[in-house]
């Protein structure tokens, strides 16, 4: 049935957040701190090999220009850390010692964006046999597990973007899979591999990226594939 693979992906990252919240107060604070590094160090080496795999570097410098400006004109970025807060008032008590904001917003970004993500919900939309969300099931429920540990309950509301963006695609790919050639998956996940890195970074605390409002540009890139392929 089209769109089990992203229930199931969904309910890894549920359980591995809960797993993780369990497993907080008995991992060591220095543990933590060398597991996101070990993370953030991960997610920069996705975004590596996803980022080589573009066929023409303009398309995606435009694509990062164009989505820039959608993304601040939109306020991706704020809204997404509006409604981070918004979580956080309503399961802190006031303490403000969960910080789920921050959780909330990482770990939307790193399930969201990324190629498993666009090609196992374009590989479900198109054939129903979704193995790519499978594995990448897997992975983001162990991954689920080192965040929630070191971040805290926010991690388990990243499955509602999650449902939404990935199901959302898998919609899109069933109606329009005449338009989802190799070229225009191949600059979407170069793009979306740049805004990997930028999560990457931001989470080694090396600098403060609004990879929120970027999140358009994955899209244009794709529109831009599309609009070349179709008129020249």
């Given at each position: 049935m089209i769109g089990t693979g992203t229930l199931v992906n969904v309910a890894a990252i549920a359980a591995g957040s809960l797993v993780g919240v369990f497993l907080r107060k008995g991992i060591p604070a220095n543990v933590?701190?060398?597991l996101t590094q070990g993370l953030g160090l991960a997610v920069i080496l996705l975004g590596?090999?996803?980022?080589?795999?573009?066929?023409n570097a303009l398309i995606v410098i435009a694509s990062l220009a164009i989505g820039g400006v959608i993304g601040e004109l939109?306020?991706?970025e704020e809204r997404l850390?509006?409604?981070g807060q918004w979580i956080q008032q309503k399961t802190s008590n006031g303490s403000g010692e969960n910080k789920v904001a921050g959780a909330f917003v990482i770990a939307s970004l790193i399930y969201c964006v990324g190629a498993m993500a666009v090609m196992g919900a374009i590989?479900?939309?198109?054939?129903?046999?979704?193995k790519i969300l499978f594995a990448k099931s897997m992975l983001d429920?162990?991954?689920s597990v080192i965040?929630?540990?070191?971040?805290g309950i926010g991690v388990i509301f990243s499955t509602v973007p999650v449902l939404l963006y990935q199901g959302a695609i898998t919609l899109a790919a069933s109606a329009a899979s005449t338009y989802l050639s190799d070229w225009v998956i191949a600059e979407l996940t170069a793009t979306g591999g740049l805004l990997i890195i930028g999560i990457g970074l931001n989470i080694l605390e090396l600098a403060k990226i609004r990879v929120g409002n970027l999140l358009p540009a994955i899209f244009v890139a794709a529109g831009i594939v599309i609009v070349i392929e179709r008129c020249f």
């Open positions: 933590k701190g060398t590596l090999q996803m980022a080589f795999k573009t066929q939109t306020r991706i850390d509006n409604l590989e479900d939309g198109l054939t129903g046999q979704p429920g162990i991954a965040f929630a540990s070191t971040m």
